[in-house]
């Protein structure tokens, strides 16, 4: 029940018991005697507490370095597709500039190279716009969306547990634990940078 509703219905009742405290019931104090009726007091009522926002994963996040890096929001699933969105952020003091594809390796859980194919293209979780010049001031970002599928259909499926990822192949790379359940596709696919999501 909704907290105005409740006060609504406390007060109803308090004023019914000032009602029935003027009737000269058997037993009752009479009207007029000067006591005072007892105060109905309506019961506390809590505010609710606002809900926490989930975190926005395409906010940007906290530079750790001075050079260009790439971040990277939670993996979201729908339909035995995965996907994540992978940031860039220029945490230079200069712009930068780039164009094309992020450089991305899955590594297995001793950080060993994966055999795993990166196609640059659209996915179930992004559209690819295409490489295009960008140009990212200081605090500046740009985005990519890294895709893969889960399906399984000959043979053991395969399964990465870190993510090397660097913006362009001529850049230093960082490397995130990150859970791959690549079925037995042996692909990811991951679209262009661009300023913002195409809709």
Known sequence: MRPPLRAALAAIAAAAGLVLAGCAEPGTVPTGTGLVPPTVTPPAVTAPTPATAPPDPVAPQTCTTDRPMVTHGPVEAGLGHRGMLLRLLNCGTKPYRVRGYPSVAILDGRQTLMPVEV????????????????????????????????????????????????????????????????????AVDVTAWSYRLPT
């Open 119 to 186: 196609r640059h293209g659209s996915s179930y979780f992004g559209r690819d716009l295409g490489p295009a010049d960008l140009t990212l001031k200081p605090g500046g970002s740009a985005v990519a969306v890294l895709a893969w599928s889960a399906t399984v259909t000959a043979g053991d499926p395969a399964e990465g547990a870190y993510l090397r990822v660097a913006p362009t192949d001529r850049d230093e790379t960082t490397t995130y634990p990150v859970r791959f359940d690549l079925g037995t596709t042996g």
